[in-house]
């Protein structure tokens, strides 16, 4: 029988954009202080009258620049959040996509070792068909799952393996996707607990339930025989 042997390697989060720019006060304050004093100065020199109402389109003028840098760092970060939310969006969709890969992976495996070390339902089936299941005495001394006997059900590991991104040097807020992606599939649940007697040589059978208990021995002497 086969098992899924995959290496299945998480890609690391996409590269982050660049954020914008800290705004520099000087680039607002410096600009309109210049002109208005620019225009104080030459109307002391020219007449040594200042009209203000000759200041209003020198004023107007000087905020012009900071109003614009305003409004283009505005966009700027705008788009920076966009960025960061559209590249979120696509690494949890490159996430979701191994994810469900992976779960084809682990019902693979978990068909494959309930059809080759079936529960005791299907053990008794084979055994009462006289023959006629291939699956009936089909383990032989040489086979590597000889003598290996199936307890019941519980979590084991996975036949495939599931690799880390390389993580960058600076943590980034995406990389607890693929981490929580590994931690689940550390394990797999609803598996075939097996024992290999060939490895352990004896198996104990222990419980204050003696029903259980001879359940249990009856359903293990039927796996072996």
Known sequence: YHLPDEVIKIPPPPQQPSPPANPNMLMFILPPAVMIL???????VSSGNIN????????????????????????QKKKYKKALIEREEKYKQTIAQIQSYLEELV????????????????TFSIGVAAGKDKRLWWRRPDDADFLTIRLGRGKGSPSFKVEAPNFASN????DEYSAKLLDRYKKIDDLPFLVDLKRVGSLAVCSADQDYRLELVRRLLADVV
């Open 38 to 44: 620019g225009n104080v100065i030459a109307g002391l």
């Open 52 to 75: 203000p109402v000759v200041l209003i389109p020198s004023l107007m003028m000087g905020l012009g620049l900071p109003l614009a840098n305003l409004i283009n760092i505005n966009s």
């Open 107 to 122: 019902r693979s495996q978990r068909n494959a070792l309930d059809r080759q070390f079936p529960d005791i339902r299907v």
């Open 171 to 174: 943590p980034d807020p995406l």
